[in-house]
T-cell receptor
Framework: SQQGEEDPQALSIQEGENATMNCSYKTSINNLQWYRQNSGRGLVHLILIRSNEREKHSGRLRVTLDTSKKSSSLLITASRAADTASYFCATVINQAGTALIFGKGTTLSVSS | DTGVSQDPRHKITKRGQNVTFRCDPISEHNRLYWYRQTLGQGPEFLTYFQNEAQLEKSRLLSDRFSAERPKGSFSTLEIQRTEQGDSAMYLC?????????????FGPGTRLTVL
């Protein structure tokens, strides 16, 4: 079964705009990760945020985590056409847990 | 090192046939995972190995599915008596225990179509 839901399911923006995707999950977590999947390619790890962190940055990516609301958001600033992909949040339930539990993903389309 | 590789990339088979997929993880990665992804969904965990030991299997892994990692390097996933519901992308991932906690490196996947 899948842990969470991403919102929105699909997002279309213009190059240069910011894109925000949200993820909600059901159970307590050890950490939450965001992955990107391009058409025809495997999943690529983007960023990891631990349960005791509230915000993290990596390049044009900003992730927030609100454990009280069991939610996370991924912000991509100054989007590019190459950012067109599906984005998934994935949770790890506990430190010993190893399997990633993915949401259904947000499909982002960035047009030039 | 060229990342996680999977073979074949695509497989079309008839219902009832057996299929086998191979995954070559990043060298020296201790853990190897199999996931299944259907259209419009996120990947779902199937099973994982630490070295050659299969340590966890999800309820999704029916008796028709078997996975091996005989020498702790590459892994195979076999599906016997395939059904149309087995049509999906099968993803393999690997992870080093010395790496970032729970960051997994994924292969390109094997897309299975059961006719």
């Amino acid at each position: 079964s899948q842990q969470g839901e991403e919102d929105p399911q699909a997002l279309s923006i213009q190059e240069g705009e910011n894109a925000t995707m949200n993820c909600s999950y059901k159970t307590s977590i050890n950490n939450l990760q965001w992955y990107r999947q391009n058409s025809g390619r495997g999943l690529v790890h983007l960023i990891l945020i631990r349960s005791n962190e509230r915000e993290k940055h990596s390049g044009r990516l900003r992730v927030t985590l609100d454990t009280s609301k069991k939610s996370s958001s991924l912000l991509i600033t100054a989007s590019r056409a190459a950012d067109t992909a599906s984005y998934f949040c994935a949770t790890v339930i506990n430190q010993a847990g190893t399997a990633l539990i993915f949401g259904k993903g947000t499909t982002l389309s960035v047009s030039s | 090192d060229t990342g996680v590789s999977q073979d074949p990339r695509h497989k079309i088979t008839k219902r009832g046939q057996n299929v086998t997929f191979r995954c070559d993880p990043i060298s020296e990665h201790n853990r190897l995972y199999w996931y299944r992804q259907t259209l419009g969904q996120g990947p779902e965990f199937l099973t994982y190995f630490q070295n050659e030991a299969q340590l966890e299997k999800s309820r999704l892994l029916s008796d028709r599915f078997s996975a091996e990692r005989p020498k702790g390097s590459f892994s195979t996933l076999e599906i016997q008596r395939t059904e149309q519901g087995d049509s999906a992308m099968y993803l393999c991932a690997s992870k080093s225990l010395a790496g970032v906690v729970n960051e997994q490196f994924f292969g390109p996947g094997t897309r299975l179509t059961v006719l």
